[in-house]
């Protein structure tokens, strides 16, 4: 079971994640789901009525492992043995369970089985609220870890129901306009769909469920396999026109080679996110991968028995088809079209070829501002219910998340269970004065307050509270706040920093750990207490780092993967590197002008760079295997690319039509990673195709065009 959790999109191996890992193990999971409602106060009656009908589900256990609010802990800190006032408890619970306009709350922390099943979880906190009396689902402000990943999956959940058949179905529509016959888009809409269908078939069996991230995957599966399908097409229909028999057979002999090398570079691209960090990216790039591959199969295998059932030369002749993109009476304004495009690329082939190179290292150089984030809040759209409860809860209450404060005392310390409460009362008090910090909730929130002065009233007082804490230390563990191991006892500090604000989670942090290592600093007696900072919050800075070191390294290994089948269809070294130009400026351009520009990339946006690469080597690949059997029969440069052109021109044109409009209805995702990957898409490959019928002619044409040679043997 896989799922759109911040936590699995950890790097793993990192000293951050194993820190977070070590403290899940001391102190249980940190996944809670914080619930309020408008008008929420301590003395609504709601508070009590909805925490006893969700503790009366007999899901309740198994799904939940505290439930507590803010009416409870007010009762608790202002009864015996603490009996503080109201106001005091009312500022100990600032900012963590109730608001400065006392709004309140009902915290629920998750079990393991309840973080796994996190779509049941969210559901009995909604049953319960219908049960309870005035309140119902629709007015509850859900948030925290378990919520934002439950909305994360729903999201994706919409996105399949409502996006992949819209998709499908505008694919069918550009096909039918482009081979102008419904069959023949029938045809490639089969074959693409039956790839679409074995992709989500391959996901469900493997007991994986689609998560936001693999959520593209059974359009981008589709979307390749059509385009494969319509190159296909376009040479049966060249078979028809030429009046051979077993067209389809020999549509498929003369496509195969491209049709396989171009979704080898697709899967090689694809299969270079197996190099990430993050789990779910890995996930996509093994599916899409294997997706595509079985997809090719099922392409090469089915078209020949399809077309020569249902598209024979005898059908198409009598509907009155073209059977062939320049056919019919513009076929010679066509290719007089062709040759004077092909001889105007011929004399301007150095300029473009310089301009095409010198906005590639241009575009390079804005690859360095290129800024990557994985907050929340970045994911839904500002008027999004998720976005607006989160923003509800932090005006309200206060911070949601949070910066873990582990302070450790070592075997060795001689601090008494007394000395080490004042060590987090201070660290506590420090913390909270800073800025970015709105609450903070430690064993010391639950603790008496005593003096340090040497009276004996005092020192009296404070053997009592000292007895008294180490009786509360297993209550303490209850709590989560208090963690005992063979490397000493550990109190942590709960900082509550905000998630809506545009500062990042390491500013967040820093300031967190600025103050409290200035607390250690000032007292000579600290040098048996260490502290650590962890959380979600740290590790998903962490997240943004890996982000970006993800995007290079899979986009070099794409690169490093693909250049070497490129070089040997073009039967030269220098040769494949100048096919790579026309391949990698498309993705250059997006991510440095998003650098520029100051886009930020999410976690989606990483998969385009290697996936886009694979995919504008297809039409690459297709071009090229033209060109250089052009070459064979001894002719010129120009004369090869024009009739280049003229063979798969029409169909590179269609696909990249194709494609785009398939990804179209992505651009409506409520999912803003999903958007930003459909718009990444279709702008890399609009390059893609300019690159390939602008740039790619003129690099051949150029002086540069000469390190690709044919054999002399005939094609």
């Not at 040497?454 to 297993?474: D, M, N, Q, Y």
């Not at 200035?518 to 890996?546: D, K, R």
Request: charge should be negative; proline fraction near 3%; charged fraction near 15%.
């Amino acid at each position: 079971m896989g799922s759109a959790g911040v936590h699995d999109w950890l790097p793993e191996g990192k000293p951050e994640r194993i820190r977070y890992e070590k403290f899940v193990a001391d102190f249980g999971n940190d996944q809670v789901v914080l619930i309020s409602w408008d008008d929420c106060q301590l003395e609504d009656p709601r508070l009590t009525e909805f925490q006893t009908q969700l503790q009366s589900s007999s899901e309740f256990e198994s799904h939940f492992s505290v439930l507590e609010s803010t009416d409870q802990l007010m009762a608790s800190l202002t009864a015996a043995p603490l009996q503080l006032s109201e106001a005091v408890a009312k500022s100990r619970l600032s900012g963590v369970m109730i608001g400065q306009d006392g709004t309140s709350a009902v915290l629920a922390r998750v079990s393991d089985q309840g973080v796994a099943d996190q779509n049941r979880t969210i559901e009995l906190i909604r049953l319960a609220a219908d049960q309870t009396d005035g309140l119902g689902r629709s007015r509850l402000r859900l948030a925290g870890t378990v919520y934002e990943a439950f909305a994360v999956d729903e999201a994706a959940e919409n996105s399949l129901k409502k996006l992949v058949l819209p998709s499908s179905f505008l694919g069918l529509l550009i096909s039918w306009f482009c081979l102008k016959q419904l069959k023949r888009a029938l045809i490639v809409l089969v074959i693409a769909g039956v790839g679409q269908l074995l992709s989500v078939a391959l996901v469900y069996y493997s007991g994986y469920q689609f998560s936001a991230v693999l959520i593209v995957l059974p359009t981008l599966v589709f979307m390749l396999t059509l385009s494969g399908a319509v190159h296909l097409m376009n040479y049966h229909a060249e078979c028809l026109k030429q009046g051979l028999d077993f067209a389809g057979e020999r549509a498929m002999l003369m496509g195969w080679k491209p049709c396989a090398l171009s979704s080898v570079t697709t899967m090689l691209g694809m299969g270079s996110l197996c190099t990430s960090q993050l789990a779910p990216v890995r996930q996509f790039g093994i599916f899409s991968a294997i997706g595509l591959g079985i997809a090719t199969v099922v392409l090469l295998l089915g078209f020949p028995a399809l077309v020569n059932q249902f598209c024979s030369a005898r059908q198409s002749q009598r509907k009155g088809i073209d059977l062939h993109p320049l056919a019919g009476q513009d076929s010679n304004r066509s290719r007089h079209f062709l040759i004077r495009y092909s001889n105007w690329l011929f004399g301007q082939s150095s300029r473009i070829s310089l301009v095409g190179i010198a906005l590639l290292v241009l575009t390079c150089g804005g690859l360095y501002y290129l800024e990557a984030s994985t907050k929340f809040t970045d994911m839904f759209p500002d008027k999004s219910k998720t976005n607006q409860d989160m923003a509800w809860m932090e005006e309200h209450i206060g911070p949601i998340a949070t910066v873990e404060v582990l302070v450790r005392f070592s075997p060795e310390s001689q601090a008494n269970a007394l000395d080490r409460a004042g060590w987090i009362a201070k660290i506590s008090d420090a913390i909270k004065l800073q800025g970015d910090v709105g609450g903070v909730l430690s064993a010391a929130t639950f603790l008496p307050v005593w003096s340090e002065t040497g009276s004996v009233r005092a020192t009296a007082k404070r053997a009592l509270i000292r007895k008294g804490i180490e009786e509360s230390i297993p209550k303490l563990q209850q709590q989560g706040l208090v963690a005992s191991s063979e490397v000493g006892e550990v109190w942590r500090i709960l900082a509550k920093v905000s998630a809506t604000s545009q500062a990042d989670y390491a500013a967040l942090t820093r300031s967190v750990a600025t103050a409290t290592h200035q607390t250690l600093q000032n007292s000579p007696t600290s040098h048996h207490v260490s502290v650590e900072f962890t959380g979600l919050s740290p590790v998903m800075h962490e997240t943004q780092v890996a982000v970006l070191s993800d995007l290079g390294y899979s986009f070099l290994t794409a690169f490093l993967l693909i250049t070497p089948i490129m070089m040997l269809i073009a039967k030269s070294f220098a040769g494949g590197l100048l096919l790579m130009i026309p391949n990698v400026l498309p993705v250059t351009l997006a991510f440095g002008c998003m650098g520029i520009l100051g886009f930020d990339l999410d976690i989606a946006g990483i998969l385009t760079a290697s996936i886009a690469l694979g995919i504008a080597v297809d039409d690459t690949l297709h071009f090229v295997c033209w060109y250089v059997d052009e070459l064979k029969k001894d002719i010129s440069r120009g004369e090869a690319v024009t009739f280049t052109l003229d063979k798969c021109g029409g169909a590179m044109i269609q696909t990249t039509l194709i494609s785009c409009c398939s990804m179209g209805p992505f651009l409506m995702a409520e999912f803003l990673p999903t958007q930003q990957f459909a718009k990444l898409m279709i702008v890399m490959l609009s390059g893609a195709i300019v690159g390939d019928l602008l740039l790619l002619p003129a690099l051949l044409l150029s002086p540069l065009g000469l390190v690709i040679k044919a054999s002399k043997e005939r094609s």
